[in-house]
């Protein structure tokens, strides 16, 4: 994958992620808990504060409309456990993704995301 280049509109539209904050949880599948989790939007990079403990810094994200809704990704990267591709959709409030584990360019594993704009 090329790297994400960084999209920063001049203003907060319904089409933009900037400056916002979701807070919910990072889901197996399979299981009904997980790790809280706050995903951060903030000057044109992306982070998961569940990942902090693992090393996963920021990264560039990319937001574009689909409908009411915004879509975006996101690529963070851990010095021990490698890349996780980011992928999901906000709506109104409310946003679900997914987390991919990449190990070697392959991916490793996959994770649910689902948190609410407070």
Do not use: N
Not at 29 to 45: P, S
């Amino acid at each position: 994958m090329s790297p994400l280049t960084t999209e920063r509109p001049a203003a907060r539209s319904e089409a933009s992620l900037e400056g916002r904050r979701f807070h919910g949880v990072v889901l197996e599948r399979g299981k009904t808990a997980g790790d809280a989790d706050t995903l951060i939007f903030e000057g044109g990079r992306f982070r998961s504060t569940a990942c902090d403990r693992y090393g996963y810094g920021d990264g560039p994200y990319i937001a574009h409309p689909d409908g009411d809704a915004v879509r975006f990704e996101a690529e963070t990267e851990s010095p021990q456990y490698g890349r996780l591709r980011w992928q999901g959709r906000v709506q109104g409030a409310r946003l679900d993704g997914t987390l991919t584990m990449l190990r070697d360019g392959a991916a490793a594993g996959e994770k649910w995301v689902l948190a609410g704009e407070h």
